[in-house]
């Protein structure tokens, strides 16, 4: 069983530019989450995708967008990049979208905005 | 606004002694709690987790304490061995909310032999 996974490793991008990144999700997993992780914070929680639906957004601007395929596999586009948008982004997968189903989270995206 | 908050950033504990992490929380609607451990380089692994129905919840090392008058929770690691070492998160989820998370900022465990 292949875990989740996330791609690129590392970006490094200038203010005002646009970005694309991609999870893809634990085998037979519907619900993909994807966090924002500045550094010396917890995560914060950006959105989540169900059954290529968006199930939920916390406190992120529009520009932070998402889409989740067929396959269940996922991207998060930011656009208008800012110098606060530095930071590891996690994608997490669940079985299912409900409290109990725990997430596995792959080892994040490190984006640095200059 | 923080909804979930480690208020150390840190601690140090002897190989073989007990180490407690604590986490607080203000959201009544929080009805799920997780701890996560972080290894660097890697995200976040599932450890542990409590219902609001429940006040303790063991397994093995790791006992998780839950003080709802006082949104209040801890965990408990007893031995503490030093691959324990790693930056613990504390997380809740609300029921409305399915298993979107709300993290604490964190707290760096170092356990030396």
């Known amino acids: 069983e292949t875990g989740v996974t996330q791609s690129p490793t590392h970006l490094i991008k200038t203010r005002g530019q646009q970005v694309t990144l991609r999870c893809s999700s634990q085998?037979?997993?519907?619900?993909v989450s994807w966090y924002q992780q500045a550094l010396g914070q917890g995560p914060q929680f950006i959105f989540q995708?169900?059954?290529?639906?968006?199930?939920g957004r916390g406190n992120f601007p529009p520009r932070f967008s998402g889409l989740q395929f067929p396959n269940y596999s996922s991207e998060l586009n930011v656009n208008a990049l800012e110098l606060d948008d530095s930071a590891l982004y996690l994608c997490?997968?669940?079985?299912?979208?409900?409290?109990?189903?725990?997430?596995?989270f792959g080892p994040g995206t490190r984006l640095t905005v200059l | 606004d923080q909804q979930v908050k480690q208020n150390s950033p840190s601690l140090s504990v002897q190989e073989g002694r007990i180490s407690i992490l604590n986490c607080d929380y203000t959201?009544?609607?929080?009805?799920?709690f997780l701890w996560y451990k972080k290894y660097p380089a890697e995200g976040p692994t599932f450890l542990i987790s409590?219902?609001?129905?429940?006040d303790k919840n063991e397994d093995g090392r790791f006992t998780v304490f839950l003080n709802k008058s006082a949104k209040h929770l801890s965990l408990h690691i007893v031995p503490s061995q030093p691959g324990d070492s790693a930056v613990y998160f504390c997380?809740?989820?609300?029921?409305?909310?399915?298993?979107?998370?709300?993290f604490g900022g964190g707290t760096r465990l170092m356990v030396k032999p």
């Open positions: 997490a997968s669940s079985l299912e979208a409900d409290s109990y189903n725990e997430q596995f």
């Open positions: 085998s037979g997993h519907n619900t």
């Open positions: 995708y169900y059954r290529e639906e968006e199930n």
């Open positions: 959201n009544s609607m929080f009805d799920y």
């Open positions: 409590i219902s609001s129905i429940k």
């Open positions: 997380a809740a989820s609300a029921n409305n909310a399915g298993n979107m998370l709300t």
